[in-house]
């Protein structure tokens, strides 16, 4: 009797038609499933490889049964279990036998759990179906601006967008992580009823899944799939300074200088936006930036790390502009137009029509960085904030756009990581052995490619501290270690203002335990160029009165204690894909509460952090998880684990707990 299965090598196919689905081992404990119309694809844009990794002999067997009804694969935790007459596909743990997920059919006859709806040219808006189970929890799929950790019930854009950094990776308390391996624009929907992802336009499925007895274990295994973060700078882990906008190089020189002066530890001093004469010149105006490499050289004296913006967009003002178009290095929008987005250039205010080169490109790739090293690196920059870099187009979409890596809609969400993978290996290729760029968007696998994910441009109150808090940890369970937010808030703040000081206050004590503290926003009073803001109110440290300097200055200096600490468990993470920011899931998956709290995480394996993020509260409600005693690092009182405690939380004070006899460098 026919069957519709076969191995092969170490893959499981079954057919039924036109309609393909194949499964393979994939990295430790992970499996692969791909599926489409009479093929599947080996090379289509992704965060896997195209190459399948080496497989273990000993932890992989494949069987079909004698009539043909069914499959099972196993590889090491993982067993895929595939049904015969319908193709469809279970996942259990393979020591146990739990089941972890399993695909669900849209309807009893018609369609199954896979769906592609043609559009033309090898093209489709496909749907994947998966089971709901009730008291699932689901983590991590990027960074969003909803304030919630667990994504169950949430319906997500797959898309990027200022702020919603789309990293198609859920990890859930069933045990599993599963990774989306398509950079289509879609959405995924958790609901009651089943979880779907779609793809508007995209040629195959394609996810991979692994199954782990903990958290930390998923995390690994996706790392080891995607990439293991990259090494951070030593100088990434102290202070940034930044603001929206220094606006000369005299301006931003006082400012180092007084930090100097005032003998305050400063890091990294960014020059924002607008330092050029148009969009696309990636290179300084030498009306406001009269001698760079000057600069360059005493901040480097002063112990100063400068850094500076690189944007995606080239203006048609730029001289680069005319030759990127020839060379076929601009994204093309449908009938060939490289016009994709409306911004003021130069001097006028009015909104004239940019482009973005093509960082899926690799041609584009290093044009950009001949620019970039000729006009920055060469003068000893070698940190670089790749901003815009979703990129943010306005008014167009992703739809309407073509790249070098396929359409707009099936390859946009690659974008982000392709544009730091660009400076990524130019920068390696350099000689520079640790890379770290800021950028504001991200996709699987920007990790292995020197990235600190921020949290883009956010309002400028409570609510927005409390949701950042959120959005980092989801951030740090999709496999990015490097986070960081807009101290204070983007979207204004008043410096003289007593109830927003509170505010800077609480947010930087947060900071502080964030793996980078960076200061930055458009403060008030601020001024505007067109659609762009131009400038804004001073935001250095001492812009806050006396109460917030001693504060913020006491803060700076936890911080340098902290850096040591801070590279030791970036390091662990470079082999283990854990995070320095951490749930409180992740550490303690035994305890069922450390699964619901969202507004606590731990700073590394040792230091429990619940930031303050109401106005004008000055005690605390903690949760101590099971599993550890707990010590108050202010007052040195030791608690049992497993209960909530309320401890004071005055003004110069973020609660802070030690686990067990850990002495982390706090005093």
């Avoid at 340098?560 to 283990?576: Q, S």
Wanted: a negative charge.
């Amino acid at each position: 009797m026919p069957t519709p299965f076969d191995v092969a090598g170490h893959t499981l196919t079954w057919r039924h038609g036109h309609h393909l689905l194949a499964v393979q081992p994939w990295g430790a404990d992970g499996v692969r499933v791909r599926a489409g119309l009479d093929r599947v694809l080996p090379d289509l844009p992704g965060a896997l490889s195209a190459r399948q990794p080496p497989v273990d002999e000993a932890g992989f067997e494949a069987r079909v049964a004698p009539d043909g009804a069914s499959a099972t694969l196993r590889y090491g935790k993982v067993r895929v279990e595939v049904d015969g007459r319908s193709g469809l596909v279970a996942f259990h743990h393979a020591g146990t036998g739990a089941q972890v997920l399993r695909e669900q059919p849209a309807h009893f006859w018609w369609p199954g759990p896979r769906h592609f709806d043609p559009l033309g040219g090898g093209l489709h808006r496909i749907e994947q179906r998966f089971a709901a189970y009730d008291g699932e929890r689901i983590y991590g799929l990027g960074q969003h601006g909803h304030g919630r950790l667990d994504q169950k019930g949430m319906v997500l854009e797959l898309a990027q967008r200022n702020g919603e950094v789309s990293v198609p990776f859920a990890l859930s308390s069933r045990g599993y992580g599963l990774l989306w391996n398509n950079p289509a624009v879609g959405r995924v929907e958790f609901a009651a009823n089943g979880t779907r992802w779609v793809a508007d336009r995209a040629r195959q499925i394609d996810y991979w899944l692994t199954v782990g007895d903990t958290p930390a274990e998923v995390l690994t295994a996706y790392a080891g799939a995607t990439g293991f973060p990259s090494r951070l700078p030593d100088w990434a882990s102290g202070f940034w300074q930044s603001k929206l906008r220094y606006r000369d190089q005299e301006e931003l020189l006082g400012v180092a200088r007084e930090y100097a002066r005032r003998g305050l530890p400063l890091s990294v001093l960014v020059v924002d936006y607008l330092h050029w004469r148009h969009l696309g010149d990636w290179d300084f105006d030498r009306r406001a930036w009269p001698d760079p490499r000057a600069m360059v050289e005493e901040l480097r004296e002063l112990g100063v790390e400068p850094a500076v913006s690189v944007w995606p967009s080239v203006s048609p003002l730029s001289d680069n502009h005319a030759v990127m178009r020839d060379a076929g290095l601009l994204a093309a929008a449908a009938g060939g137009s490289t016009a994709h987005a409306q911004w003021p250039d130069g001097e006028g205010t009015a909104e004239i029509d940019v482009s973005f080169y093509d960082a899926t490109d690799e041609r584009a790739r290093a044009f950009l960085w001949r620019n970039v090293k000729e006009h920055y690196y060469d003068l000893g920059i070698r940190a670089l904030w790749l901003d815009g870099c979703e990129p943010e187009m306005r008014p167009a979409g992703p739809h309407q756009l073509d790249f070098a890596a396929g359409t707009g809609g099936e390859v946009a969400n690659l974008y982000p990581r392709d544009h730091a993978r660009g400076i990524f290996e130019h920068l390696r290729a350099a000689g520079e052995d640790a890379v770290c760029s800021l950028i504001r968007s991200a996709w699987a696998g920007s990790q292995a490619h020197g990235v600190v994910l921020w949290s883009g441009d956010i309002p400028a109150t409570f609510p927005a501290l409390a949701d950042s808090v959120r959005a980092g940890l989801n951030v740090a369970l999709s496999g990015i270690p490097w986070w960081t937010t807009d101290i204070g808030g983007f979207h204004g703040g008043d410096p003289d203002d007593e109830a927003y000081r509170e505010l800077l206050v609480r947010w930087f004590q947060f900071g502080v335990f964030c793996p980078i503290l960076r200061l930055h926003g458009h403060r008030e009073p601020r001024t505007s160029h067109g659609m762009v803001g131009d400038g804004g109110g001073p935001n250095e440290v001492w812009s806050y009165g006396s109460q917030a300097y001693g504060i913020l200055t006491g803060l700076l200096r936890l911080r340098e204690r902290l850096r040591p600490y801070v590279h030791a468990h970036l390091r662990d993470g470079e082999r283990t894909g854990i995070p320095l920011m951490r749930p409180l899931l992740l550490e303690f998956p035994g305890d069922p509460v450390a699964w619901e709290v969202e507004d606590q995480f731990l700073f590394g394996p040792d230091i429990l952090v619940a930031p303050v993020t109401r106005a004008g509260a000055r005690e605390r409600r903690v949760y101590l998880p099971a599993g550890a005693q707990w010590r108050d690092a202010h007052t040195g009182r030791r608690y049992p684990g497993g209960d909530h405690v309320t401890v004071d939380a005055p003004l110069e004070r973020i609660p802070l707990f030690v686990r067990g006899d850990a002495e982390p460098p706090l005093a």
